[in-house]
């Protein structure tokens, strides 16, 4: 895995789990926290699939 992907995938875990905590505490700041990952799973998506052309 390229390692911009593996970065991504950890910003993803992580985003995943604010916007848990976020939601659990009652805040709707963890809609941002959502966006955040769908973003940064894309970007990993973006840098496997990348990868996998190049070689």
Known sequence: ????ALYA???CLLA???AVVSFV???FLG???VLIAG?????CWYYVKRR????
Do not use: C, D, E, F
């Not at 895995?1 to 911009?4: A, C, G, S, V």
């Not at 973003?39 to 970007?43: F, H, P, V, Y």
């Not at 996998?52 to 070689?55: D, L, R, S």
């Open 16 to 18: 995943v789990a604010a």
């Open 9 to 11: 995938l950890i910003v």
């Open 39 to 43: 973003l940064s799973s894309n970007m």
């Open 31 to 33: 809609i941002v926290w």
């Open 1 to 4: 895995m390229p390692r911009l």
């Open 25 to 27: 505490q009652g805040s």
């Open 52 to 55: 996998k052309v190049t070689g």
